[in-house]
């Protein structure tokens, strides 16, 4: 499955590895969505195909489920599952608080009501992913397409009255058109360098009318599984 890794992907690929420990037959399980929960879903398929494993998985996107799919995995919606044993997904940036920015692969909206509706969630992911303060990485929100530019003005003004550093705001592109998430929403991408208080930036960002979500993960991730490159794994 593996061949020869970059550290980056070998990196991804053990704390995914590692991660799968924690899955147990008969669990229902929250499948992440990015290059790292990809690496999950396939060795969730592995030991469905080679262990015999039963599980049921609920994709946090329409890429995640193909690939489940592929793999041999059962799929079901979160409708049908109703609440989860477990959730497994990546992250764009985790701090020492286990808080995340998630968004970066487009499908935050459906990961946090999945991570939200499930007893655990672990996250995976390589340690250059671990910060001290949130906020290098773009802060993604989901917004409705109608009057876009209005809530990105919102937005901004929201940010200027929390005195928050750097305010760009951009809306994410899919080459030429703007990016469209599985809920046929777009992606506003927050430039802000730092997060100084992502508890309250999450709630205020989510009374911006047009806004559906925000790519902040306060108090929802339970364990963090951290890869390196030469192939160490450490748990938070
Ligand atoms: C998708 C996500 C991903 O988990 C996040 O972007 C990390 O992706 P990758 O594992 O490819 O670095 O939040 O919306």
Redesign the pocket.
Known sequence: MTGELSPIDKA?FVAAKRAVDFVEDGMRVGL???????WMVRCLGEMVRDDGLKIRGVP??TRTAALAREVGIEVISLDEARWLDLTI????EFDGDLNL????????LQ?KIVATASDQMIV???VG?EVETLGAFPL?IEVIPFGWQTTKALVEEMLISMDVLGRNVTLRMNGDAPFVTDEGNHILDLHLNRIGNARQLSMVLNQVPGVVEN?LFIDICDVVVVGYGDGRVETR
């Open positions: 991804k992440g969505t990015g290059s790292t929960a990809a946090t996107s997904d990546g992250a764009d920015i998630k968004g970066g692969g487009g499908a935050l990961e995976i992911a390589d992913k993604p790519g």
